[in-house]
């Protein structure tokens, strides 16, 4: 019995360390907040985007900037973004195709996404989960991200990205993004 005793112990207490690195964020909060976030018309245009990715330790890891020309034809949104990395490296091209479905959500696909990601709307924020295949110092790591896109205002939004293995969150980033004006094409 007292063996019985220490091993729900040891479990339980593995449960609970495991679950408090994990993370679940409940959209329905974000459903009444304003602005009311409109994916294709904060992306459809000129975006720049600062960001940074910190480990498991809080150690800033990646410094980028990322300029997004977005465009919406025949039901499509078309993300194109080019990254700079100012601290450590990464991709420097991607390019994101996304669909709105009946229900209002979205799939998409981008070259080094694996399968397909899904975005659902809740009111000012909007949740955005996919899977890649991440390389870290030479290995590549099928990870999920969790990607949270809050609006500010009609021209900035704040993106809180959940890198996460076996459920644990591993890093996360954060990025300020904001839309650029309409350039005068001759």
Known sequence: MKKQFKIFVVVSALIGVISGCSLTIDGDIYKQQA????????????????????????????????????????????????????VGEGVTKRVWRLTQNTDGSFTGSAGDIAGQATGTAHGNAFNFVYEMDLKVDGTSYRVAFDDWFFALDDSTLMNRSYIKKFGIVMADVTIFMQRQPALDKP
């Open 35 to 86: 602005p009311k976030f409109d994916l294709v018309e904060f992306f459809d245009g000129n975006v720049t985007a600062w960001g940074i990715v910190q480990n498991r330790s809080g150690e800033v890891v990646q410094r980028f900037i990322v300029d997004i020309d977005g465009s919406f034809e025949d039901g499509v949104l078309v993300l194109d973004e080019t990254f700079e990395y100012i």
